[in-house]
Nanobody, 123 residues
Framework: VQLQASGGGLVQTGGSRRLSCTAS????????MGWFRQAPGKEREFVAA????????LYADSVKGRFTISRDNAKNTVYLQMNSLKSEDTAVYYC?????????????????WGQGTLVTVSS
């Protein structure tokens, strides 16, 4: 199973970016999916999660109202739309596949991880 994250890059403060994560090797349409991020010198932290059907989503307080997680099970892809980006959003963003169908914030509940994509927010 491979999770391939893409869409990272340099973006100006206040700008938007959409990250994508596509699964190959097996389907994740029955699993919850999540996004985490790791800034330089910091631990990896939860950003957003979505249940298998997309009906339930969870967000970290720091991104609530600015980021939106969604998924297209037909394409085996999960997205993270990031708006109103701030310098503190600069990090490597990782997508992850959960062990079960629910949206979950806990790292231990995820079994598969992508390689990460770097988002740099600069003025």
């Amino acid at each position: 199973v491979q999770l391939q994250a893409s869409g990272g890059g340099l973006v100006q403060t206040g700008g938007s970016r959409r990250l994508s994560c596509t699964a190959s090797g097996r389907t994740f349409s029955n699993n919850g999916m999540g996004w985490f991020r790791q800034a330089p010198g910091k631990e990896r932290e939860f950003v957003a999660a979505i249940s298998w059907s997309g009906s339930n989503t969870l967000y970290a307080d720091s991104v609530k109202g600015r980021f939106t997680i969604s998924r297209d099970n037909a394409k085996n892809t999960v997205y993270l739309q990031m708006n109103s980006l701030k310098s503190e959003d600069t990090a490597v963003y990782y997508c992850a596949g959960a062990r079960n169908a629910a949206a979950t914030t806990a790292r231990a509940h995820y079994k598969s991880w992508g390689q990460g994509t770097l988002v740099t927010v600069s003025s």
